[in-house]
């Protein structure tokens, strides 16, 4: 999320919005919020409702959920998704910003 963080502004100036789903509990996920001061919008989904509409992977043997980043326009349809297969295997901001870039350009 340090990432996120870092380029929240060229999101914002891409007029994306950056949100992130995580598996705590509401008040655990609000005092991490709260904490790190993050600047862009935290769902939290300790039922896994939301991400498992989406076909996020879980894999115990990695201690859990496993990353997925999605571009989802304005119309409410899904126009990138990667499901990483560890953490090191996220795109980057760089790469995120230029998909929304070129989907804006369409």
């Known amino acids: 999320m340090a990432q996120l963080r870092q380029d929240h ?3 914002s100036k891409r007029d994306a919005v950056v949100l992130v789903i995580g598996p705590d509990p509401s008040d655990a996920f609000a005092r ?3 904490e790190k001061n993050l600047p862009f919008i935290g769902l939290p989904d300790p039922e896994r409702r939301v991400l498992s509409q989406f076909s996020q992977e879980i894999n115990l043997l990695k201690l859990g959920r496993m990353p997925a980043q ?8 899904a126009r990138y998704a990667h499901y990483s297969n560890s953490m090191r295997d996220i ?3 760089q790469e995120i910003l230029a998909l929304i870039d070129g989907l804006q350009e369409q």
């Open 32 to 34: 991490f919020w709260k």
């Open 70 to 77: 999605m571009i989802i326009d304005k119309a409410g349809v």
């Open 91 to 93: 795109p980057s901001n």
């Open 9 to 11: 502004d060229e999101f």
